[in-house]
């Protein structure tokens, strides 16, 4: 059975993307590996095994077009209004809370965050599906 490991996105900044996402959702590098073109950054923390994969493609600095295919990352919190507050006041501009209900029950509390490459991070409450 396959088991998911980690997930990549490309960066033009390492320090200004690890920042961000150690700020906003405590992930801390757990390894760095340097290649000739290009560097690996995995991240993680201790609520998870998944890793979030940074890739920086040496001497670039134009923005990446993620085009119309990319979705988001995803991550869960005990209390998502307490978190939109927290990132709030650390000046990362999270979007609205949003409430998406199914057949009169709450299926998702949520809201959503960009980093610094404009990557689309949906923040969900832990309830139901996104435990």
């Known amino acids: ?5 980690h997930s990549m996105i490309r960066v033009l900044d390492e320090a200004r993307s690890v920042d961000f996402y150690s ?3 405590g992930l801390s590098v757990a390894d760095r590996v340097d290649f000739e073109t290009f560097t690996l950054i995995y991240m ?10 940074l890739t920086v493609n040496k001497g670039r600095t134009a923005p990446y077009d993620q085009g119309n295919a990319y979705g988001h990352l995803a991550v869960s919190v005990e209390e998502v209004a307490v978190e939109r507050e927290r990132l709030s006041k650390l000046g990362l501009k999270p979007g609205e809370l949003v409430e998406l209900n199914r057949d009169g029950k709450l299926f998702g509390l949520f809201f959503f965050i960009s980093d610094p490459d404009g990557y689309k991070i949906e923040v ?6 996104f435990l």
């Open 23 to 25: 700020r906003a959702f």
């Open 1 to 5: 059975m396959a088991k998911m490991i």
């Open 44 to 53: 993680s923390n201790a609520e998870t095994g998944f890793e979030l994969e």
């Open 124 to 129: 969900l409450q832990r309830h139901g599906r």
